[in-house]
């Protein structure tokens, strides 16, 4: 294909391979094509899950200590790793919803993902038309579409995994150690990478440069923000470890590896990876490994991006079967998605780079296309049930304000282990409380328990069936207590479990 086919495309040389270096204009319409949907996503689909609303709480915490001039270290400490709540709650000090801070950081960051896909898919295939094609994969991708819009760390951490393995590419190693390092801040996971860059460096130039230790900022920064907020430098993984233990009690299935949990969280995570594209990565090490045992010749960009893949997934298969992370959901896929559309770039331009390739090599590069856009379709179920999710929520919390408004209590607080319930009511956090607000004891004593609901002059508790949640644990029938608990509202969720509020009867 020449620059005349594609005016868009001109003809350059990159690496001693021929490599199509696109021109401005169009670098231009990709990013405002991935701007546009992804800020739009961000605008018009709610959060996806609770996680997202705890994100929000975090954001709010972090925006308030900022505005107050009283911020500290410590503050950053919480169930998740900080920087992506941080960041976002920086203009949240101004903006003041931040909701909508958090899911706009992950918005820029899906754009930002969507173009580095095409940038890196550049770099490993000869076809041009290849990169267009994985960008419009991830583009169009309804479940990349969804969690762009959320907030949640899940399209950031992947899109500054994609940011360290395009500058590995490039062989900017400071700038790809920087990256990781951010990314180490925003999920555990990155945290792979920590041995694998000096690894990639030395393969590559055989030095390892001293920049590398920025890839423990993030783990060593955590350690001492644990020290300072709990006193335990490995608080962190022991409240972590008491949540899990709170999880499987509440899941007794996941004690072990029952056969139906494993294939259905294996699904679940390929369905976040799509099937195909997986495979294809799964091919591609196979080939990349076969080469440098047989022909000792190693493709440097495609096992760059191989090892990016299988050391995050080697990461999260290691913390599933130490029970570390129990289960899989299809957003833990979403990296594997984003990094193996290059892959599978590549294998496809394997197929065509034979100049006798015919017409019937094409028509199966085709047909693999299109097989991705077939199985990302369950993907598209997913969205009207957080719609409907979202929904269930928003009516809980509006009856909650409701009641407030209409019985003029300005004292009451909440307690609900529903995150969503405090976001969307937008009454100020501090009218709620939560199970990691109680004391250790109460989750073994009731009688503690109901202290300190009256301590902290509770009069609405909020039911949903989850794990870690002291009113499920405890008050287990709660519609046949009617002495004790009278109806507000109640709605169910096609996406999670349903959501009740109730009075506390004086």
Known sequence: MTSAALPLVDNIGHDGNQFRAVR??????????????????????????????????????????LTSG?????????????????IAALPNVWINDPLLCGKIVSGLCGAVSCVLVFAITQRLTTQILLSYAVFILVLLNPLHLLYSAACMTDIPFGCLLLASLFFVL??????????????????????ALIPLLPILQFIRTRRISSWSILLLVGPLGWLLISKMARGDWFAFFSERAVYHARYLEFHPSRYGF??????????????????????????????????VVRARRLRWPVFAAASFLFSILGLLVAA??????????PRYGLFAFVVGLPLLAWLLDCILADAKAGRLRQIGVGAVLF???WLARPQLLIIPK???????????????????TRRDDTQSRCFSDDMAV????RLPLTRFVSSPDAPREAWNSLAVFEAFLREKQVGYIVFMPTEASLPIKFYDKVEQRPERFQPVAAASSSFGPDVSLYRVRR
């Open 70 to 86: 009283h911020f500290h270290l410590a503050d950053l400490y919480g169930f998740w790793l900080p920087l992506f709540q941080f």
């Open 320 to 329: 599933y079967v130490t029970k570390r992370q129990p289960v899989w959901l």
């Open 386 to 404: 957080v719609l409907d999710d979202f929904q269930a929520h928003s009516e809980v919390a509006a009856a909650l304000t409701a009641d407030l």
């Open 422 to 425: 405090h976001v969307l009511s």
């Open 371 to 373: 097989a991705c856009v």
């Open 170 to 191: 490039e062989e900017k190693w400071v700038a790809a150690v920087i990256c990781a390092a951010l990314a180490g801040g925003v999920r555990v996971e990155a945290w």
């Open 258 to 291: 029952a056969v139906k949990d494993v294939i259905g969280d294996i699904d679940y995570l390929l369905l976040g990876a799509n099937r195909i594209v997986f495979l294809a990565s799964v091919i591609v090490a196979f080939l990349v490994a076969d080469e």
């Open 24 to 65: 401005p204009q169009a670098w231009i319409i990709l990013w405002l094509l991935a701007l546009a949907t992804r800020l739009g996503a961000a605008f018009y689909l709610p959060n996806a899950e609770q996680d997202g609303y705890s994100d929000a709480i975090t954001i709010a915490r972090l925006s308030a200590a």
